[in-house]
């Protein structure tokens, strides 16, 4: 009984002396990471455009000793480092900006305008905090290589390009992500949260971010004079049916157990008070988890605003159209099993209070391509709280809005959210090469 019970707080002193040791060591490289962070904060890249942020993730990475191979599904950068035998462990970053001005007031905002890919100037902001997905990754790194002798295995770093439009994952799994590179046991990611306070940890067990799709319908009639509508089909009438008939296909045909979205946009038709247009565009966004939903909304709606085209008379020659856009998010499952481990190891690391359950959300991210491959590797992203303590706490004394990601005015509590971010996911991969 006393051997058993010396073990056990020799286990737990070791434990302790371990996770101590991780947070000093992160807290040396804060300077430099933060240093970095502000790099990256003023020097965005819209998505497609990132060649300069993928040449820092892989000078970084190739000066830790990763054998690093650049412009993998346009400016994706893939870093890895083969340490004996074990588990191969992949962390993923992304690196695209916003076409957003920053207005946070911040003495390091970003600055920095470009041409979109309309040819239109617009301002530049990583206004969805990749800034800190990025250097939480390589602050990762950092760690894993200076504990490379306290684990086994093949450490992969993937810094993706172009997630705000939904293509990067998609475009480095169809080079060869997963057939040039080993394929990854686990698969782990983190996303800033605007709504946790900096220092917190939020995951989301099973679906934690939902299947995006933009829908366009373009809405035909016949134009004429708005004093005499009796001679036309008047395509915004049409419209007004359409946005109100899809309203009940949440209500009505999709089960109320099933999370579903269908949100109209934008609309656009009519130049003049007097005239009645021979067309209107809508443009429509859906959310929903389960494939099988996402299905049933893009069929209904193309039901609906057919049934009503012909109800209006119509000629085939007239009937609306209903395109999907290719760039599609999947929905992101988190592996029951892995969420519970990651769970686990940022416990150990943050101490109980500081990890919490999140609960599924709306929003997209393509992290989720990487496992629905035909291997269907295990993947797991939780929630780094980047809010600074006083604004939360002040948000919850008053009620007033946080600025939500994709604001102009996010701007997280950097210092505490990189460190936080960077004992979260170190923690969580050397428990995952050692098994625990």
Same mark, same amino acid.
């Given at each position: 009984?006393?051997?058993?019970?010396?073990?056990?707080?020799?286990?737990? &002193?070791?434990?302790?002396?371990?996770?101590?040791?991780?947070?000093?060591?992160?807290?040396?490289?804060?300077?430099?990471?933060?240093?970095?962070?502000?790099?990256?904060?003023?020097?965005?890249?819209?998505?497609?455009?990132?060649?300069?942020?993928?040449?820092?993730?892989?000078?970084?990475?190739?000066?830790?000793?990763?054998?690093?191979?650049?412009?993998?599904?346009?400016?994706?950068?893939?870093?890895?480092?083969?340490?004996?035998?074990? $588990?191969?462990?992949?962390?993923?970053?992304?690196? =695209?900006?916003?076409?957003?001005?920053?207005?946070?007031?911040?003495?390091?905002?970003?600055?920095?305008?470009?041409?979109?890919?309309?040819?239109?100037?617009?301002?530049?902001?990583?206004?969805?905090?990749?800034?800190?997905?990025?250097?939480?990754?390589?602050?990762?790194?950092?760690?894993?290589?200076?504990?490379?002798?306290?684990?086994?295995?093949? !450490?992969?770093?993937?810094?993706?390009?172009?997630?705000?439009?939904?293509?990067?994952?998609?475009?480095? &799994?169809?080079?060869?992500?997963?057939?040039?590179? $080993?394929?990854?046991?686990?698969? &782990?990611? !983190?996303?800033?949260?605007?709504?946790?306070?900096?220092? /917190?940890?939020?995951?989301?067990?099973?679906?934690?971010?939902?299947?995006?799709?933009?829908?366009?319908?373009?809405?035909? +009639?016949?134009?004429?004079?708005? %004093?005499?509508?009796?001679?036309?089909?008047?395509?915004?009438?049409?419209?007004?049916?359409?946005?109100? @008939?899809?309203?009940?296909?949440?209500?009505?045909?999709?089960?109320?157990?099933? $999370?579903?979205?269908?949100?109209?946009?934008?609309?656009?038709?009519?130049?003049?008070?007097?005239?009645?247009?021979?067309?209107?565009?809508?443009?429509?966004?859906?959310?929903?988890?389960?494939?099988?939903?996402?299905?049933?909304?893009?069929?209904?709606?193309?039901?609906?605003?057919?049934?009503? %085209?012909?109800?209006?008379? !119509?000629?085939? =020659?007239?009937?609306?159209?209903?395109?999907?856009?290719?760039?599609?998010?999947?929905?992101?499952?988190? =592996?029951?099993?892995?969420?519970?481990?990651?769970?686990?190891?940022?416990?150990?690391?943050?101490? /109980?209070?500081?990890?919490?359950?999140?609960? $599924?959300?709306?929003?997209?991210?393509?992290?989720?391509?990487?496992?629905?491959?035909?291997?269907?590797?295990?993947?797991?992203?939780?929630?780094?709280?980047?809010?600074?303590?006083?604004?939360?706490?002040?948000?919850?004394?008053? +009620?007033?809005?946080?600025?939500?990601?994709?604001?102009?005015?996010? @701007?997280?509590?950097?210092?505490?959210?990189?460190?936080?971010?960077?004992?979260?996911?170190?923690?969580?991969?050397?428990?995952?090469?050692?098994?625990?």
């Amino acid at each position: 009984m006393k051997r058993f019970l010396f073990s056990s707080m020799a286990l737990a &002193l070791s434990a302790n002396v371990l996770a101590t040791s991780l947070e000093q060591s992160v807290q040396s490289k804060l300077p430099e990471l933060e240093q970095l962070y502000l790099q990256l904060h003023q020097t965005p890249e819209l998505s497609l455009q990132e060649k300069i942020t993928g040449q820092v993730m892989a000078e970084k990475l190739k000066a830790l000793g990763f054998t690093v191979t650049s412009n993998i599904g346009g400016y994706g950068v893939v870093g890895i480092f083969k340490n004996g035998n074990g $588990p191969t462990v992949m962390i993923r970053t992304d690196t =695209d900006g916003l076409p957003i001005i920053e207005q946070t007031g911040k003495d390091y905002a970003s600055t920095v305008t470009t041409l979109d890919q309309n040819n239109n100037k617009v301002g530049v902001m990583h206004g969805c905090a990749h800034d800190i997905h990025m250097t939480s990754f390589i602050g990762s790194a950092q760690q894993l290589m200076a504990k490379k002798d306290s684990w086994q295995g093949t !450490l992969m770093m993937v810094a993706q390009p172009a997630e705000e439009v939904g293509a990067g994952a998609k475009a480095m &799994l169809k080079e060869g992500l997963f057939k040039q590179f $080993p394929k990854p046991d686990h698969v &782990l990611g !983190l996303h800033v949260s605007a709504s946790l306070p900096a220092g /917190k940890i939020g995951i989301a067990p099973g679906y934690a971010l939902a299947n995006v799709d933009s829908v366009d319908i373009t809405v035909k +009639g016949k134009g004429g004079h708005g %004093a005499y509508p009796h001679t036309t089909v008047d395509p915004i009438v049409l419209s007004a049916r359409i946005v109100m @008939a899809i309203q009940t296909i949440n209500s009505r045909e999709i089960s109320p157990l099933e $999370p579903s979205v269908i949100t109209v946009g934008s609309i656009h038709g009519g130049a003049k008070h007097n005239v009645i247009s021979d067309e209107v565009k809508l443009q429509l966004t859906l959310r929903s988890y389960n494939k099988d939903v996402r299905e049933q909304q893009i069929a209904a709606i193309k039901r609906v605003t057919m049934g009503i %085209a012909v109800s209006a008379g !119509l000629s085939e =020659d007239l009937y609306p159209t209903v395109y999907v856009q290719d760039e599609n998010t999947p929905s992101t499952y988190n =592996d029951p099993q892995l969420a519970q481990q990651v769970k686990q190891s940022m416990i150990n690391e943050l101490g /109980k209070d500081q990890v919490v359950m999140s609960k $599924p959300v709306m929003a997209g991210e393509d992290f989720g391509r990487y496992g629905l491959t035909q291997d269907k590797h295990p993947i797991t992203i939780f929630w780094l709280g980047g809010v600074a303590k006083q604004d939360y706490l002040h948000s919850k004394k008053t +009620g007033e809005s946080l600025p939500s990601l994709h604001s102009s005015k996010f @701007a997280p509590d950097y210092p505490l959210t990189i460190e936080t971010g960077v004992r979260a996911m170190t923690a969580s991969a050397l428990d995952l090469f050692n098994k625990k």
